[in-house]
């Protein structure tokens, strides 16, 4: 069973900065995909980054340049830096891991962009 634990979501004005972390515990296989997905109401979850084991990521075009996904391996951690924030990446932020043995999601930490 794998858990995922986020933090470092909260309120942050416009133009500002947030780091998400997300920590994996459990039975993780080395060979796994890691990411950050978002979502607000009414909508579909999307992806916003993800992260393999050999680094390479993958990303939404509209957030390249402001948002950066980075990984520890030895931590089984995953970092969605974001720079630049607007109200309009308000959302709920969602870490996932995929493995051979399953899709795993966290429970969410809501970014909230505001003035």
């Known amino acids: 069973h794998v858990q995922l634990v986020e933090s470092g979501g909260g309120l942050v004005q416009p133009g500002g900065s947030l780091r998400l972390s997300c920590a994996a515990s459990?039975?993780?296989?080395?060979?796994?995909?890691m990411g950050w997905y978002r979502q607000t109401p009414g909508k579909q979850r999307e992806l916003v980054a993800s992260i393999n084991s050999g680094g390479s990521t993958n990303s939404a075009d509209s957030l390249k340049g402001r948002f950066t996904i980075a990984r520890s391996n030895a931590k089984n951690t995953v970092y969605l830096q974001m720079n630049s924030l607007t109200p309009e990446n308000t959302a709920v932020y969602y870490c996932n891991l995929v493995d051979v043995y399953g899709n795993y999601w966290g429970k969410g930490t809501l970014v909230t962009v505001s003035s």
């Open positions: 459990g039975n993780i296989f080395s060979m796994r995909t």
